[in-house]
């Protein structure tokens, strides 16, 4: 039987709004916190929990889904996308943030059926925006509808990007590389400390273009949809299709930007995690 994207939709608006009063009630306590890959790369107990509630809900209702999850992924679960109706989940996005209580953290979660994704909703409880999409449907924040700038011109754009949670020294050469190109050509550069926020800001026209090396599909999923129902694009860094699972994404105002900015960046292939 056909999924009711309608019906799905709804209930997991509802999860995640649940979810997010969670995370905002927390947002100005203390955390315990665990390492993952490095000091910078953290985890609390409200990523966990968060992200148990989505998947419990979610498969309570729809117990044939699959989960891709930053969570469960960081304890040992090999991301995999198939044609199954797939839900990337990130709990917390902006762990750094919620950790130091810097009010820009937020839940995102996309649907993907057949590859395809047909759901996005970001949502930073802690100052309420709640930015949403459905395929073919429009882009939305607290439901109003909200479209990119459509800047083509470089040297009039606001990029945002992150330092990221590895320090490797090439990636980290590499970016400080791009940085300094940028902020000699363009208006200037934005970090929210979450990709998925960053990659919003796009959507809703307050920033131009958004890059990042390193990232996962979790981060970036739910932000894909949403620019591209906003009248961005979203593509490889280098110019290509993206790829949810390649660790690269490039999204912008208009693909006459987006070929200025493949030309300006120097490129980086963060190694598939294992």
Request: glycine residues 8%; aromatic residues 6%.
């Amino acid at each position: 039987m056909a999924l009711n994207l309608d019906e799905c939709y709804e209930h997991v608006l509802g999860l995640v709004e649940t979810a997010g009063s969670l995370i905002a009630s927390r947002n100005s306590q203390r955390k315990r916190v665990v390492e993952k890959s490095s000091n910078i790369d953290l985890l609390t107990e409200t990523d966990q929990q968060v992200e148990r509630m989505l998947m419990e809900g979610i498969t309570a209702n729809y117990p044939d889904h699959k989960f891709i999850g930053e969570e469960e992924t960081s304890e040992g679960k090999k991301a995999e996308l198939t044609d199954a109706p797939t839900w990337i989940i990130d709990p917390v996005d902006g762990t750094m943030n919620f950790v130091h209580s810097f009010p820009h953290s937020c839940i995102s979660i996309a649907l993907l059926v057949e590859k395809v994704t047909e759901i996005a909703i970001i949502y930073n409880p802690i100052i309420g925006q709640k930015f949403t999409a459905r395929r073919g449907k429009g882009a939305f924040l607290n439901g109003n509808p909200i479209r990119v700038s459509g800047e083509t011109a470089f040297e009039r754009a606001l990029a945002t990007t992150e330092f990221g949670t590895s320090r490797e020294e090439e990636k980290t050469r590499v970016v400080l590389e791009n940085i300094g190109k940028l902020v000699r050509q363009i208006h200037g550069l934005r970090s929210l400390g979450s990709a998925a926020l960053n990659m919003a800001m796009v959507a809703l026209g307050g920033a131009d273009f958004n890059y990042e090396f390193g990232i996962h599909a979790w981060d970036i999923a739910a932000g894909d949809l949403l620019v591209r129902e906003a009248g961005g694009v979203c593509l490889d860094p280098a110019g290509g299709p993206l790829d949810l699972m390649s660790r690269r994404v490039l999204c912008a105002s208009s693909q006459e930007l987006a070929d200025k900015v493949v030309l300006a960046l120097t490129q980086f292939y963060p190694e598939p995690r294992d």
